[in-house]
Structures are given as structure tokens and as C-alpha cells.
């Protein structure tokens, strides 16, 4: 609270500059603290800083200038980082630990960056770096925990519900007024895609960078949102699918909508019951919000380019874009090193193949793909729903891996966190077999 009440006056006091160092510094200071004292509550100030640092470096550079690369934006890897010390702790009895498949990633993204240290410039190895393996290093620190599953579980929930109302109001906040500090942030990036830093013409990403990582957190956050039907979850899922609609992701879109499937498809018949009718009145409460205007307009002509396909022209170059580099990646023996993959492109695969060739790619693919594999064939996705909703988020992330490098940054984080939860929750009802969720 002490941070917080010192971010908040020095950006309210108009004398923000000294956070471009303080906050990382604060951050990670606090972070190791916690890691070593409240494991629970590391997980939750984790998340509120992937949650929140782009914006709190927006409010910064609008006061006191742009700057590039900022530091700001180090304080969610760098809290991160911390959990890097279970890994290495437990890494000789991996085996024993049953987390092999975490280990086969994590090695790859270091064979990953040794490959870039030799072909690349430093900077930007490292910052690749940090984008690939902070995701293994939390999701494997939440399985590494498996024995306090429950507080975790119950601590994630309540984070994405209080993550998925402040992001989603703050988002349409956002889409109706164009703040200053957001449009400032458009103008610097230069980037089309957020759209223009006016009043109802940005494509809503909220309190993070852009749209995409900011609409596959919000994904996760209203899946979960499912298990703790209230009239404060209610109201998060109203302004949450509002701007999750508004950021105009469609591959998001498909990976909510395949993880609803699987979520309610792998529940048993009482709880599907159970969910379906809370499903219907989330619906009440979000519908009518997105059949209004500012909003109906810009979200239906989004959903009609799922129909027109190869007269969107978004899908036309993406399309193009990827035919033309795909035989180059899968040419990739040894790859560029991280860092090393062409910029602005739209598929995991192409990033992957390019920056750690076959020898890395392969390991990385078996481990990730180990578990999702063996999420679906935990059992305690029957009886306990948050199971079945996080191997549902990991599922919908996962297969935006066609459309985008979703394993890395926020959205990574958000894929192996819950692929953690998912393997943690099989070993502690293996230990517990009476503690099963009624």
C-alpha cells in the first residue's frame, strides 16, 4: 500500500519522472519480499503489474517525455524473474517433480538466447529474453506449489474479477473519452492498429500495451469470472466483454469461444446446469451494453469480417505475409537466436522457427504441448470448475499460437500460469483425494 500511495502522489503531484526508476526498483524490492514471506500474495501483486505498468508508464511519459525502452515496463518481468529461483532450486529433481515439460521449454528459450548473445546485439536478446521465459518461470512457481492449491486458486479468481472490472471499465473509459496519455502513447508509437487517438476510434487494450495481450487477459479473467457468480462478478463481465469486444481481437474471440466448449463440455451434468444459467445472466448483464450505440456499430462490422475472409484486408496481408515467410522459418535449423525474428510477425510459428530453428523450436513445441496434452486428462476437471476453466483459458490461448506470439509477455503468462494451475491441482487432489470440490 506504501507504493502505491507513493506512485499515486508523485503521478497526481505532477512529478512522475522519478518512477521511471523507482517503480521497477520498488517493484521487484517488494516482489522478492513477498516471494520469500507470502507466496500467496506475490502471485496476486505479480499479476497487478502485468495488469497495470503500461499504464502507470503511459501517466509517466505524458508528464515527464517519452522515453524508449522504459523502464517502467521491466517492474512485471522483473517480479517475475523472482520466481526463477524455485525453478533453479528444484531443477536437478525435475524428474522426480513430474515438470519435465516445463524444463524442456525453459531450455530452449536459454539455447534461444545463448544462440542470440552470439549473432545479435545484447539489448535485444535480452528483452526477448524476458518475453519468453518469465511465462514458464511463473506457470512453473504455481505448480511448484501444488500443495497450497486451493489459496492459489481461490487468490487467481479473485484477481481476474477485480482485474477484469478495473481493465474493462477502464477500457471503455478509454474508447469514449481518448485520454490524453493514451492518445500520447498512439501518436509516439506510430502504430494503425491502435487505431486514432480520438473519442470512439481506438481499438480498446486498456491499461496494456495493445489490444491483442489486453484482450487475451480479459478472456481469462471472464472465463473465470463463471465460477463466482455475484452482482460484483456481474458487473466486471458487463464492461468486461464490452471492451474485450471493443479491442476488436478476433483471434481472442475464438479462443473465448472454443474455451467456453471445452469448459462446460468437460463438467459434470449438475455444474453444467449450474453454469449455463449463470452464463445466461452474465448475457443479460453484457448484451445490451454491446446493442447500443457508440458501441453496436464498430463490434458487428468486426464480427462480419469473419464472414468476408478474403475481402478483409487485415486477413489479406496477414495471409500473404505468412506464405511468404513460412518456408524461410521451417528452413531454420539452428535459428537466429531470440531477438532474431522478423518484426510484426503475426504467427507463432514463424517467430519460433525463426528464432530457435528446429533444435530449439522442437523441445519448446513437446514441453508446451506435454502439457495441454495431460491437462486433459486431469480428472478434477469433472468435480472442480476452476480446473475445468483454466485448462479452457490455456486451450484458448494455445490456439491463438496460429495468429499470434501469444507465448510470450502477458498473454505467455497468462497460458502457463494456468497450464501451472491445471498440473498443480492433479497432484494435490492425488495427495487429497478427500478434499474434492462438492
Same mark, same amino acid.
Given at each position: 500500500?506504501?507504493?502505491?500511495?507513493?506512485?499515486?502522489?508523485?503521478?497526481?503531484? $505532477?512529478?512522475?519522472? !522519478?518512477?521511471?526508476?523507482?517503480?521497477? @526498483?520498488? @517493484?521487484?524490492?517488494?516482489?522478492?519480499v &513477498?516471494?520469500? $514471506?507470502?507466496?500467496?500474495? *506475490?502471485?496476486?501483486?505479480?499479476?497487478?503489474?502485468?495488469?497495470?505498468?503500461?499504464?502507470?508508464?503511459?501517466? =509517466?511519459? %505524458?508528464?515527464?517525455?517519452?522515453?524508449? !525502452?522504459?523502464?517502467?515496463?521491466?517492474?512485471?518481468?522483473l @517480479?517475475t524473474? #523472482?520466481?526463477?529461483?524455485?525453478?533453479?532450486?528444484?531443477?536437478?529433481?525435475?524428474?522426480?517433480?513430474?515438470?519435465?515439460?516445463?524444463?524442456?521449454?525453459?531450455?530452449?528459450?536459454?539455447?534461444?538466447? #545463448?544462440?542470440?548473445?552470439?549473432?545479435?546485439?545484447?539489448?535485444?536478446?535480452?528483452?526477448k529474453?524476458?518475453?519468453? =521465459?518469465?511465462?514458464?518461470?511463473?506457470?512453473?512457481?504455481?505448480?511448484? %506449489?501444488?500443495?497450497? *492449491?486451493?489459496?492459489?486458486?481461490?487468490?487467481?479468481?479473485?484477481?481476474?474479477?477485480?482485474?477484469? +472490472?478495473?481493465?474493462?471499465? *477502464?477500457?471503455i473509459?478509454?474508447?469514449?473519452?481518448?485520454?490524453?496519455?493514451?492518445?500520447?502513447?498512439?501518436?509516439?508509437?506510430?502504430?494503425v492498429?491502435?487505431?486514432? !487517438?480520438?473519442?470512439?476510434?481506438?481499438? =480498446?487494450?486498456?491499461?496494456m500495451?495493445?489490444?491483442g495481450?489486453?484482450?487475451?487477459?480479459?478472456?481469462?479473467? +471472464?472465463?473465470?469470472?463463471?465460477n463466482? !457468480?455475484?452482482? &460484483?462478478?456481474?458487473?466486471?463481465?458487463?464492461?468486461?466483454?464490452?471492451?474485450?469486444?471493443?479491442?476488436?481481437t $478476433?483471434?481472442?474471440?475464438?479462443?473465448?469461444?472454443?474455451?467456453?466448449i471445452?469448459?462446460?463440455?468437460?463438467l459434470?451434468?449438475?455444474?453444467?446446469?449450474?453454469?449455463?444459467?449463470v452464463?445466461?445472466?452474465?448475457?443479460?448483464?453484457?448484451?445490451?451494453l454491446?446493442?447500443?450505440?457508440?458501441?453496436?456499430?464498430?463490434?458487428?462490422?468486426?464480427?462480419?469480417?469473419?464472414?468476408?475472409?478474403?475481402?478483409?484486408?487485415?486477413?489479406?496481408?496477414?495471409?500473404?505475409?505468412?506464405?511468404? +515467410? &513460412?518456408?524461410?522459418?521451417?528452413?531454420?535449423?539452428?535459428?537466429?537466436?531470440?531477438?532474431?525474428?522478423?518484426?510484426h510477425?503475426?504467427?507463432?510459428?514463424?517467430?519460433?522457427?525463426?528464432?530457435?530453428?528446429?533444435v530449439?523450436?522442437?523441445?519448446?513445441l513437446?514441453?508446451?504441448?506435454?502439457?495441454?496434452?495431460?491437462?486433459?486428462?486431469?480428472?478434477?476437471?469433472?468435480?472442480?470448475?476452476?480446473?475445468?476453466?483454466?485448462?479452457?483459458?490455456?486451450?484458448?490461448?494455445?490456439?491463438?499460437?496460429?495468429?499470434?506470439?501469444?507465448?510470450?509477455?502477458?498473454s505467455?503468462?497468462?497460458?502457463?500460469?494456468? +497450464?501451472?494451475?491445471?498440473?498443480?491441482?492433479?497432484?494435490?487432489?492425488?495427495?487429497?483425494?478427500?478434499?474434492?470440490?462438492?
Amino acid at each position: 500500500m506504501g507504493f502505491v500511495f507513493i506512485c499515486a502522489l508523485l503521478i497526481l503531484g $505532477r512529478f512522475a519522472a !522519478p518512477l521511471k526508476l523507482l517503480f521497477p @526498483a520498488g @517493484a521487484f524490492f517488494i516482489s522478492v519480499v &513477498l516471494y520469500s $514471506r507470502q507466496p500467496i500474495l *506475490y502471485v496476486g501483486f505479480t499479476w497487478w503489474l502485468w495488469f497495470l505498468s503500461p499504464f502507470v508508464r503511459r501517466l =509517466v511519459d %505524458h508528464q515527464s517525455g517519452w522515453q524508449e !525502452p522504459s523502464y517502467i515496463l521491466l517492474a512485471p518481468y522483473l @517480479a517475475t524473474l #523472482a520466481a526463477g529461483l524455485t525453478l533453479l532450486k528444484e531443477f536437478p529433481t525435475s524428474y522426480k517433480r513430474g515438470s519435465i515439460p516445463f524444463v524442456l521449454s525453459f531450455m530452449s528459450v536459454l539455447y534461444g538466447g #545463448a544462440i542470440g548473445i552470439v549473432n545479435l546485439p545484447v539489448m535485444s536478446v535480452a528483452v526477448k529474453f524476458l518475453d519468453w =521465459v518469465a511465462p514458464i518461470i511463473f506457470g512453473y512457481y504455481v505448480f511448484a %506449489h501444488w500443495r497450497r *492449491y486451493p489459496e492459489f486458486k481461490n487468490n487467481l479468481t479473485q484477481v481476474f474479477l477485480w482485474g477484469v +472490472l478495473v481493465m474493462g471499465g *477502464y477500457g471503455i473509459w478509454q474508447y469514449m473519452v481518448a485520454p490524453a496519455w493514451d492518445g500520447f502513447w498512439i501518436e509516439q508509437t506510430g502504430l494503425v492498429t491502435f487505431g486514432k !487517438p480520438e473519442p470512439l476510434s481506438i481499438r =480498446v487494450f486498456s491499461t496494456m500495451n495493445s489490444n491483442g495481450p489486453f484482450a487475451v487477459t480479459v478472456m481469462a479473467g +471472464l472465463i473465470l469470472l463463471f465460477n463466482t !457468480p455475484s452482482l &460484483l462478478a456481474y458487473s466486471a463481465s458487463a464492461v468486461g466483454y464490452l471492451s474485450f469486444l471493443l479491442s476488436l481481437t $478476433r483471434s481472442a474471440w475464438i479462443g473465448w469461444f472454443l474455451g467456453i466448449i471445452v469448459f462446460t463440455s468437460s463438467l459434470k451434468s449438475s455444474l453444467q446446469l449450474k453454469i449455463f444459467l449463470v452464463i445466461f445472466a452474465m448475457a443479460l448483464c453484457a448484451l445490451p451494453l454491446t446493442t447500443i450505440e457508440p458501441f453496436s456499430s464498430v463490434i458487428s462490422s468486426r464480427i462480419e469480417t469473419f464472414t468476408s475472409g478474403g475481402n478483409d484486408l487485415s486477413y489479406r496481408e496477414r495471409t500473404e505475409k505468412y506464405e511468404q +515467410l &513460412l518456408s524461410e522459418s521451417l528452413s531454420q535449423v539452428i535459428g537466429n537466436g531470440l531477438g532474431g525474428s522478423i518484426d510484426h510477425v503475426d504467427s507463432a510459428i514463424l517467430d519460433m522457427f525463426f528464432s530457435l530453428g528446429w533444435v530449439g523450436a522442437l523441445p519448446y513445441l513437446i514441453g508446451l504441448f506435454l502439457l495441454i496434452f495431460n491437462a486433459f486428462q486431469v480428472s478434477a476437471a469433472r468435480f472442480d470448475p476452476f480446473v475445468s476453466a483454466a485448462r479452457a483459458i490455456a486451450l484458448g490461448v494455445a490456439i491463438q499460437l496460429v495468429f499470434g506470439s501469444v507465448m510470450t509477455g502477458v498473454s505467455g503468462v497468462v497460458l502457463w500460469t494456468f +497450464l501451472g494451475m491445471v498440473m498443480a491441482s492433479q497432484k494435490y487432489y492425488q495427495a487429497n483425494p478427500t478434499a474434492r470440490v462438492a
